[in-house]
């Protein structure tokens, strides 16, 4: 699911077991993170995997997505819904007193990004490691972030232009379907899309139940699982 992670990653010089000798408990210190932030709210796996697709899409995956500050990739639009960032900071927490200045930030959340996939009964991978932390965090950048109301052509080019192909775009697009989203990213497809009526590309047999999740005019912050029996 992380080819663009990996890809992105491997121009910085990371390899498997980067901490072996500098802080070998990081990747265990990471996940036991992340498993015991999934026991007390199970939001924070597809919240922490959004996080890193988010992180990466905008100059790759340096982390440049933790930083504060009034003008920070953090305050965009895209971004305003992002949760988890409590977990990364209890294991940058946790590091620093075992390892103090080793692990980046951009490993912490590589790592629980992809301990997120394996806490919702995922696959397990291996993860290079030794990515360093970006000084440089910018919404302005965020423009060419896939949007939710954007073509699959449109994203094709913009996955193209990573060294990506269709089959990684499902992959991780798809990996967003972990979790909830709101109403009030979708029910304009069930509404007045064309002549009055709902998108024709949507199956009919599904408008019934989406027709009862969210009315027109509706809640629109109501989480909807985003496949049936995925609500984490």
């Not at 990515?131 to 996955?159: C, Y």
Request: net charge neutral; hydrophobic share 40%; with cysteine.
């Amino acid at each position: 699911m992380f080819a663009m992670a990996a890809a992105l990653a491997h121009a910085q010089g990371t390899r498997l077991g980067f901490y072996a000798r500098t802080c070998p408990r990081a990747e265990s210190i990471v996940r036991s993170t992340v498993q015991s932030h999934f026991r007390s709210n199970p939001a924070i796996a597809p919240g922490l995997l959004r996080m890193h697709f988010h992180d990466c899409f905008v100059q790759g995956c340096d982390a440049s997505i933790l930083i504060d500050g009034p003008n920070s990739e953090k305050t965009a639009p895209p971004n305003r819904l992002l949760r988890g960032y409590e977990v990364i900071d209890d294991a940058k927490t946790q590091l620093e007193a075992a390892c103090p200045g080793v692990v980046s930030c951009a490993d912490i959340l590589t790592l629980a990004a992809r301990d997120s996939v394996f806490v919702t009964r995922g696959i397990n991978w291996q993860v290079p490691t030794g990515r360093r932390d970006g000084r440089v965090s910018l919404a302005s950048d965020t423009s060419n972030l896939p949007a939710f109301t954007e073509s699959i052509d449109s994203q094709k080019q913009k996955f193209a232009a990573f060294g990506l192909n269709t089959q990684d775009l499902v992959a991780l697009v798809g990996g967003h379907t972990i979790g909830t989203s709101a109403c009030q990213f979708f029910s304009y497809r069930l509404y007045n899309f064309t002549n009055g009526g709902p998108d024709p590309t949507i199956n009919p047999a599904f408008f019934p139940q989406l027709h009862a999740l969210c009315p027109q005019n509706g809640d629109g912050s109501r989480r909807i699982d985003l496949d049936t029996g995925s609500r984490f």
